[in-house]
T-cell receptor
Framework: AQTVTQSQPEMSVQEAETVTLSCTYD???????LFWYKQPPSRQMILVIR??????QNATENRFSVNFQKAAKSFSLKISDSQLGDAAMYFC?????????????FGTGTLLAVQP | DVKVTQSSRYLVKRTGEKVFLECVQD?????MFWYRQDPGLGLRLIYF???????EKGDIPEGYSVSREKKERFSLILESASTNQTSMYLC????????????FGPGTRLTVT
């Protein structure tokens, strides 16, 4: 069975600085999707960025980018020019391309604090 | 914009009560999900549904049941609430094919006393 591990329960970054959140996963599959979700305090979870495993190029969305290392089964999220609004719980998630439904397997989350 | 709504943001129930949590999505998504979120444990899948009247158990289905009579609505039922079911419950929906992104509701924080 697939597993997702986020080894950093909490992280802190200064405003305008860069921070990297770690995520590793375990799978025997060759094709899958990876996601980073953001859950701000008392607000809805939203998708930050997605990566398709067959694509070698790392995904980028504005200030958010990933470092996808397929052989190492690593999928880290880099937030550049951190803003106060980036403070949130961040979840890494894995989605198999097999099976009838798009089930996601989530990590335990990293709580990011942004210091002014 | 996709909208997923949940019937309550906060709910307090007594042990042994039957509890209904309702979720509605407005994007005609085939798949709907119920998760439980606890500190240090992340999100754990309780049940999911890939079509009307179709359901499958997730990782922690014990003590829960679900109902999906209409495509847009997915209900989570706690037959006899217990204190260990105190948690944040998140509903999500998503397409069967395509981006595989899931869209989440605001969550229901349930306290069982």
């Amino acid at each position: 069975a697939q597993t997702v591990t986020q080894s950093q329960p909490e992280m802190s970054v200064q405003e305008a600085e860069t921070v990297t959140l770690s995520c590793t996963y375990d799978t025997s599959e060759s094709d899958y999707y990876l996601f980073w979700y953001k859950q701000p305090p008392s607000r809805q979870m939203i998708l930050v960025i997605r990566q398709e495993a067959y694509k070698q190029q790392n995904a980028t969305e504005n200030r958010f980018s990933v470092n996808f290392q397929k052989a190492a089964k690593s999928f880290s999220l880099k937030i550049s020019d951190s803003q106060l609004g980036d403070a949130a719980m961040y979840f890494c998630a894995y989605r198999t391309l097999g099976g009838a439904t798009n089930k996601l397997i989530f990590g335990t989350g990293t709580l990011l604090a942004v210091q002014p | 914009d996709v909208k997923v709504t949940q019937s309550s943001r906060y709910l307090v129930k007594r042990t042994g009560e039957k509890v209904f949590l309702e979720c509605v999505q407005d994007m005609d998504h085939e798949n709907m999900f119920w998760y439980r979120q606890d500190p240090g444990l992340g999100l754990r899948l309780i049940y999911f549904s890939y079509d009307v009247k179709m359901k499958e158990k997730g990782d922690i289905p014990e003590g829960y049941s679900v109902s999906r009579e209409k495509k847009e609505r997915f209900s989570l039922i706690l037959e006899s609430a217990s204190t260990n079911q105190t948690s944040m419950y998140l509903c999500a929906s998503g397409r069967q094919f395509g981006s595989y992104e899931q869209y989440f509701g605001p969550g229901t924080r349930l306290t069982v006393t």
